[in-house]
T-cell receptor, first 111, second 114 residues
Framework: QKEVEQNSGPLSVPEGAIASLNCTYSDRVSQSFFWYRQYSGKSPELIMSIYSNGDKEDGRFTAQLNKASQYVSLLIRDSQPSDSATYLCAPWGWNTDKLIFGTGTRLQVFP | DGGITQSPKYLFRKEGQNVTLSCEQNLNHDAMYWYRQDPGQGLRLIYYSQIVNDFQKGDIAEGYSVSREKKESFPLTVTSAQKNPTAFYLC?????????????FGAGSRLTVL
């Protein structure tokens, strides 16, 4: 089993819709979870971090964490074409000193 | 402005040559990392360093070497032993090396073997 699993996509949603990106992880001691956005040919940038079970909202983005199910998701409300990018999930646990990234989900928002 | 500078942005290498990718940060971060990304793939960790004069192998260190003589600098050498070096290389840093801190990435270096 991979340490971090994401559906590679592409996930296609119409402009204005909600995009739901999912990530499962195998390390039960994972404590922190990060979502990075990467535009084609560019470097990743952090968009959300979440540390506790439940939801965390930041503008149009909501991160949801369920540690019991080892599942973290990212919702993007009112999706815009500028949201078209690859979204990388990266959990971190106390038993490691480095981030392990998922392979990412490619999101396409069409007008 | 604080940030991470990677150079060169594009690099072409002939087979059998060693090349060095530069990574410099002025964020006063302790930890620095090198990742490799292949088309349609996620980021794979090559080497990381949590403190000057110390570094650890990541998941795909074979064929690569690094040094950390200064806090600001973490160059990566792609040696001729790396059989498939064509990739996008990303350097990152964080305040501390415990992973709980956010990674700041450079713009990347794209290496192509001719």
């Amino acid at each position: 089993q991979k340490e971090v699993e994401q559906n590679s996509g592409p996930l296609s949603v119409p402009e204005g819709a909600i995009a739901s990106l999912n990530c499962t992880y195998s390390d039960r001691v994972s404590q922190s979870f990060f979502w990075y956005r990467q535009y084609s040919g560019k470097s990743p940038e952090l968009i959300m971090s979440i540390y506790s079970n439940g939801d965390k909202e930041d503008g149009r983005f909501t991160a949801q964490l369920n540690k019991a199910s080892q599942y973290v998701s990212l919702l993007i409300r009112d999706s815009q074409p500028s949201d078209s990018a690859t979204y990388l999930c990266a959990p971190w646990g106390w038993n490691t000193d480095k981030l392990i990234f998922g392979t990412g989900t490619r999101l396409q928002v069409f007008p | 402005d604080g940030g991470i500078t990677q150079s060169p942005k594009y690099l072409f290498r002939k087979e059998g040559q060693n090349v060095t990718l530069s990574c410099e940060q002025n964020l006063n971060h302790d930890a620095m990392y090198w990742y490799r990304q292949d088309p349609g793939q996620g980021l794979r960790l090559i080497y990381y360093s949590q403190i000057v004069n110390d570094f650890q192998k990541g998941d795909i260190a074979e064929g690569y070497s690094v040094s950390r003589e200064k806090k600001e600098s973490f160059p990566l050498t792609v040696t001729s032993a790396q059989k498939n070096p064509t990739a996008f290389y990303l350097c990152a840093s964080s305040i501390q090396g415990d992973g709980a801190n956010v990674l700041t990435f450079g713009a990347g270096s794209r290496l192509t073997v001719l």
